[in-house]
């Protein structure tokens, strides 16, 4: 069933609550404050028993355009985990539950590392947006048995990648290819240098400036 919200604007709703798509979210988020934002998504969770996904249609999605505006102060935690009924073709695809105030944002893109150029998407597109809004502290992995383990422990972010890749059921994305040791360096640095400019506090576009401007002074 559909409804309109004067907000948010079409809504699904179903069994497991209301269904947005994560590319509509971009236009809204560049109009209203971060605090605006926030408590829009908490009263659309409120009003569909504290469930909300977001759903998206490539292994790309404008993930940062989105988790920019979402108040860090009021994310309880946030968890990365494997999904089976996404994309027949891959073993598995990454979905990232948000846990807000009013309840659980699913965002449900094709996020897959059965491929070099997929696993580099996973890694700009869901890994660095958490570290440049400063969540890797909430955030945790879920395996498939339910447990939890931190994202990042004790800067470890080789460990990070394992286990990003291994709940992925792709972890051989560590090793493919004679650059495999190049590509790991890489996204070690792309890491390393979203958490730096997540610790100042910046957003938007002044962020991802930052973050660019980083990794190219530590590639030269």
Partial sequence: MRKRDFFFG??????????????????????????????????????????????????????????????PEQVGFVEIYARQDVNDNVEATLACDIVLVNGVITVKPHWCAYKDIRADEVI??????????????????????????????????????????????YPSAMSWGDTADQKVKQYKMDLECATDVGRRGVSSEQAWDAYRELRYNRTV
């Fill in 124 to 169: 700009s597109t869901l890994l660095v947006p958490l570290h440049l809004k400063a969540l890797q502290g909430k955030a945790y992995i879920r395996w498939d048995d339910g447990e939890t383990e931190p994202l990042l422990q004790n800067d470890d972010y080789q460990a990070e990648l394992e286990n990003v890749f291994s709940v992925s059921k």
């Fill in 10 to 71: 079409e809504v699904y709703e179903g069994s497991g609550g209301a269904t947005l798509r994560l590319s509509d979210m971009e236009p809204l988020a560049r109009k209203v404050s971060a605090e605006f934002f926030t408590a829009q998504l908490n009263r659309i969770l409120k009003e569909h028993d504290g469930q909300l996904t977001l759903s998206d249609g490539t292994s790309y999605p404008r993930f940062w355009s989105f988790i920019d505006k979402v108040d």
